[in-house]
């Protein structure tokens, strides 16, 4: 689904990304833990196409298409979806307009025609409830006013509306509050499936506890110093992230 | 013309039309035109030298010399055209090249109560009652406009609703001006006794030459009263506009005043408020800005008495080698305690050729106050941009919808549905931008 062959990522002239190697396969769920300013956020961006980065080296393949040479709107439209850990909010847009103009944009896309403003309403009212949301947030503009948790659960209502293959979560769990976590979890639980991957941001293992990883990284320093199995995040959890670096000098 | 000859050339002008003006039996309307009239004739036009017009060259109206439609003939009217600007259940009066037109007009549906007619009927049948207001709430000291105004003005409009009587619908002013080198200088008063509440649309049109629509308002809001002012300046793209709203509020009366500024290709216009005790004003513009227009708006806020609230948010979308301005002006008076202000401008700039000049002014004199003001002028956020992209959005739609976005707020604030899809319209046909669809809502 995803391979990202060292790559190195530089902020004006700092380098952030150095030498990045991740192969995410079609139905997996990777997680990634990595101490704060580590890199993780860039790397995210990265994928998604936000400008402002500069790739310096290395390569991205997405279903076998160099994912760097294409425009963020492409990325998304093919399947590539973001939620974000700091969603914008966009004043005057409303949240409905914007789910259906994605919709929209993505099956253009793949070449389906768009979908009726009924079914739409089915579908969204369906995700609605899937999140435990209430339908008013449909009506308002997208992310104004929303509390932190409630923009985290707009953007997994994007996803599971979009349904893209290849799902980047940066910290959905913050913000979050036990309950929520549960609702957000299940609802990207729902969206598993052996055609779909997950790339999951994270500092805290109790979101790996509903949402179970297959390969758990440790992004520290602009590189992935260790992987493992999901028992690698309770480790950490227990000895922190000096114990990572310890071993990776 | 340099600006000397304006100063002897439109007095020379006077003397041909002035006894075609109307209100020639009013002694006390005699004396002030004339008054003006020595007042234009001393200062001319306004020039950059002055804080008020220092953003604002106003030159190129001096290039001309407009003269009131008394001795040329007032211009056809194309009423399918016309009547596209026409507002459902609304009374409506026309003003054509700055007469009033009573076969375009719609006075029907009003109460026997109240007064809504031209103002030189008005000086005909009610010369005393308009003495007590005309002048009142703007002197012909203000500046020469407003002189220019009170010398030259050919008809207008007079409303009266007494008290405690609600207009039973808006009324429409609408403005047309027909032929090029015309000009159209109208005088309003508007008057809502105390406990009364009314609704008027000031819309302004015409052709595709260049002509000069200049427009003063009164405003006397009564005692708990209540006036929403809409004022919708389309004026053809190569027009010189002046607008003036001068408002005087007494005790916890209400006044709205929503702007929208998008034609002329030099527009000005001022508003100002008196805020009595407990008093309200909300204060909301928007100008957009293309190709090479000018759009200037001035407001001033006169806190002087305790408890009064004024809010005020300006926003302008400034595209092309278009140039926006804003001076507003707060001023709190020693005995306004208590007051609360806000002032926010907020300028989006979509071309690097594109000017925004904006000047918020605060001045206090009372000790007791909660007073704020913002101003922004920047281009689109490239943060909601990427997110929008990251949501299949391509680039320029992404634009395209946070432009609209960011001016749609403030014709959301429009609640007579007509209105409100009229303004949406004209914003989506003056967008340089293609593409921008309503449904983005
Ligand atoms: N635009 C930028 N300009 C300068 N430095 C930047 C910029 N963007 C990111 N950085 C730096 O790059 C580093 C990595 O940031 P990033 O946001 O990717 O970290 P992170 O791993 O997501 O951290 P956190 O766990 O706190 O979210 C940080 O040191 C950050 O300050
Ligand atoms: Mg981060």
């Known amino acids: 689904m995803l391979s990202i062959k060292n790559l190195h990522v530089s902020v004006g002239d700092k380098p952030i990304l150095k030498g990045v190697n991740l192969e995410i396969n079609a139905g997996e769920v990777h997680a990634i833990m990595g101490p704060n300013g580590a890199g993780k956020s860039t790397l995210s961006h990265v994928l998604s196409g936000k400008s402002g980065y500069t790739v310096t080296e290395g390569t991205v393949t997405y279903k076998g298409k160099d994912l760097l040479d294409m425009a963020p709107e492409i990325r998304a439209r093919e399947g590539v979806f973001l939620a974000f850990q700091y969603p914008v909010e966009i004043p005057g847009v409303s949240n409905i307009y914007l789910l259906k103009a994605a919709l929209n944009a993505m099956r253009t896309h793949q070449g389906l025609p768009e979908v009726d403003a009924f079914d739409f309403l089915t579908l969204v009212k369906g995700k609605v409830k899937l999140l435990e949301m209430d339908e008013k947030f449909l009506y308002r503009s997208v992310n104004e006013g929303f509390s932190g948790g409630e923009k985290k659960r707009n953007e997994i209502l994007q996803a599971a509306i979009l349904e893209p293959s290849m799902c980047i979560l940066d910290e959905t769990d913050s913000g979050l509050d036990i309950d929520a976590l549960k609702v957000v979890a299940a609802g990207v639980n729902s969206l598993r499936a052996a055609d779909r991957s997950f790339l999951m941001i994270t500092h805290y293992q109790r979101l790996l506890d509903y949402i179970k990883p297959d390969i758990v990284h440790v992004l520290a320093d602009g590189r992935i110093v260790k992987s493992g199995g999901p028992e690698l995040a309770l480790e950490l959890e227990a000895k922190g992230y000096s114990w990572v670096e310890e071993q990776v000098a | ?441």
């Open chain 2, 1 to 441: 013309m340099s600006a000397e000859q304006v100063k002897s050339q439109y007095p020379a002008e006077y003397g041909k039309v002035e006894a075609l003006l109307p209100g020639q039996s009013v002694s006390w309307l005699n004396v002030l035109r004339k008054q003006a009239l020595a007042s234009f004739s001393s200062q001319g036009f306004p020039s950059l030298r002055e804080e008020e017009w220092r953003y604002t060259n106003v030159s190129a109206i001096e290039k001309k010399l407009f003269s009131p439609v008394v001795l040329a003939e007032i211009g056809a009217v194309d009423t399918d055209w016309l009547n596209t600007y026409r507002l459902e259940n609304t009374c409506s009066v026309v003003l054509v090249d700055g007469h009033f037109s009573e076969t375009l007009s719609d006075l029907d549906g009003l109460s026997e109560s109240v007064r809504v007619l031209d103002m030189a009927g008005a000086l005909e049948q009610y010369p005393e009652d308009l003495e007590q207001y005309f002048g009142q709430a703007v002197s012909h000291e203000e500046h020469s406009f407003v002189a220019f105004n009170a010398a030259w003005f050919t008809d207008g409009l007079f409303i009266h609703v007494p008290a405690k009587e609600i207009l039973s619908k808006p009324v429409q002013v609408i403005h047309v001006v027909t032929q090029a080198d015309y000009m159209s200088n109208t005088r309003h008063i508007i008057v809502i006794d105390d406990m009364a509440q009314a609704e008027v649309i000031e819309t302004f049109i015409g052709c595709d030459e260049s002509y000069l629509s200049a427009a003063v308002t009164e405003v006397f809001i009564g005692k708990n009263a209540d006036l929403t002012l809409y004022k919708l300046q389309l004026e053809g793209e190569k027009a010189y506009h002046f607008g003036g709203t001068y408002v005087k509020q007494d005790a916890d009366s209400r006044f709205k005043h929503h702007n929208f500024a998008f034609g002329g290709l030099l527009a000005r216009n001022d508003i100002r408020t008196d805020l009595g005790l407990a008093s309200e004003c909300e204060l909301n513009g928007l100008y957009l800005g293309i190709k090479r227009q000018h759009i200037d708006n001035h407001t001033r806020i006169n806190h002087l008495k305790p408890h009064a609230i004024s809010r005020e948010l300006y926003k302008g979308v400034l595209d092309q080698r278009a140039r926006g301005v804003f001076q507003g002006r707060v001023v709190v008076a020693e005995d306004a305690q208590k007051t609360s202000s806000e002032m926010n401008n907020r300028n989006l700039l979509l071309s690097n050729d594109a000017e925004a000049d904006t000047k918020p002014q605060l001045e206090i004199y009372a000790d007791d106050v909660k007073c704020a003001h913002g101003v922004t002028v920047g281009q689109l956020d490239e943060k909601s941009i990427f997110y929008l992209q990251s949501r299949c959005v391509d680039e320029e739609t992404a634009r395209n919808m946070l432009t609209f976005a960011f001016a749609n707020e403030m014709v959301e604030k429009i609640k007579i549905k007509d209105l409100h899809d009229q303004i949406l319209e004209q914003l989506l046909v003056r967008f340089p931008q293609e593409g921008i669809e309503q449904e983005w809502l």
